[in-house]
Each structure stands twice: as C-alpha cells, then as structure tokens.
C-alpha cells in the first residue's frame, strides 16, 4: 500500500468529503423532478418512483462486491472511470426518451455510486489512528 504523500494529503480529504455524499445528491436533487418526469413520459409516479428504487437497491447491492473489487485493481483509477460513468449516465438521462433507458441509467448510476462512496470511505481510514480522529467526525 503506498503512502499518501503529505502535500496530497489535504486536497485528496477534501476530494474525499466532496464525494462522500455522493450517493445523497444523486436521490435528493433528483426527487424534485419525479413529478415533471411523470408527464414527460405519459406514465403514473409509481412508475417514476420505481426510478429511485432501482437507484437505491443498485447502490446497495454494488457495496457488497466494491470493496474487494477496490483493493484488488485500485481505488484511484476504479474511482476515476465510476465518477466519468455516473457523469455520463446523467447524460443519458438528461436525453432518455423511454422510461426503460432510465431504468437502465439509474442502476448504472447506483453502481457507480456504490465504487465512488466505498472507495472514497476506504480512503479515510488510510490515515493514523491519532490524525483520522481529527479528519472524520465522531457522531
């Protein structure tokens, strides 16, 4: 395992308490747009909200299995293509025209979401013992 080095060691915390909260920005500015999104598809809120679900089970299910994907290729370069898929799944959603490629897209984006937020906690934890109590909040 390399050491982080000192100069680093700053910008990649703050990085880190950046993406952290990730997996909440992707739910909470999205839930304002599920009313709009149903008469943009000509369908019920169920079927919207169905969106949201697939986002949070994806999300869940992806933890199980990216901490030991992370350790074993890398946390950087896995964190680097899941932050440009979850960017590009927006995309994709911005111009979906079915319900379905938003179905897709949002399972993409919980995935990626999962490799984002397990990575960047891992991270933390790299640190002493007596500097981590400084850097991550006790509740």
């Given at each position: 395992m390399r050491q982080i080095v000192e100069s680093n060691s700053r910008a990649s915390t703050i990085i880190a308490f950046v993406l952290i909260p990730l997996s909440g920005l992707a739910t909470d500015v999205y839930i304002p747009s599920l009313p709009d999104m149903a008469s943009a598809f000509h369908t019920g809120s169920v079927n919207i909200q169905q969106t949201l679900i697939l986002f949070l089970i994806s999300y869940g299910v992806a933890q199980f299995f990216a901490g030991s994907i992370l350790d074993s290729f890398g946390r950087y370069k896995i964190g680097l293509i899941s932050l440009f898929v979850f960017?590009?799944?927006?995309?994709?959603?911005?111009?979906a025209h079915s319900l379905e490629m938003v179905y897709a897209m949002r399972v993409v984006q919980g995935a990626s979401t999962a490799f984002i937020v397990?990575?960047?906690?891992?991270?933390?934890?790299?640190?002493s013992p007596e500097k981590s109590k400084s850097i991550i909040p006790v509740c």
């Amino acid at each position: 395992m390399r050491q982080i080095v000192e100069s680093n060691s700053r910008a990649s915390t703050i990085i880190a308490f950046v993406l952290i909260p990730l997996s909440g920005l992707a739910t909470d500015v999205y839930i304002p747009s599920l009313p709009d999104m149903a008469s943009a598809f000509h369908t019920g809120s169920v079927n919207i909200q169905q969106t949201l679900i697939l986002f949070l089970i994806s999300y869940g299910v992806a933890q199980f299995f990216a901490g030991s994907i992370l350790d074993s290729f890398g946390r950087y370069k896995i964190g680097l293509i899941s932050l440009f898929v979850f960017t590009i799944s927006n995309i994709f959603i911005i111009h979906a025209h079915s319900l379905e490629m938003v179905y897709a897209m949002r399972v993409v984006q919980g995935a990626s979401t999962a490799f984002i937020v397990v990575g960047k906690r891992a991270f933390l934890w790299m640190f002493s013992p007596e500097k981590s109590k400084s850097i991550i909040p006790v509740c």
